[in-house]
């Protein structure tokens, strides 16, 4: 018997953690949670004895990437306790 194929338990459903749409929504989440990350990124200088304080107090760094950041931990926190459609 190949160690390939899934185990069925008794009851007849899979002994897998997750299903596929869990890590679908997995993979959305740490999508989400890198775009907040790139987005709060950067702010180097040309000149390192000029501060440009609108690029780095710009709205996209204090605002939407920690919103998308947050975004990304929730989605994550559901992909891992959505439940199966069989159950």
């Known amino acids: 018997m190949s160690t390939d194929k899934k185990q069925i338990t008794a009851t007849g459903t899979s002994n897998r953690l997750f299903e596929k749409d869990n890590y679908i929504w997995m993979l959305i989440g740490l999508a ?33 990437a920690p919103m998308l950041i947050i975004a990304g ?14 159950n």
């Not at 929730?74 to 891992?80: K, N, R, S, T, Y």
């Open 32 to 64: 989400v949670l890198a775009l907040g990350f790139f987005l709060m990124a950067g702010g180097k200088s040309n000149d390192p004895k000029v501060f440009n304080a609108d690029e780095v107090y710009s709205s996209t760094r204090i605002t939407i």
């Open 73 to 86: 931990f929730i989605i994550e926190i559901f992909a891992i306790m959505k439940k199966s459609k069989s």
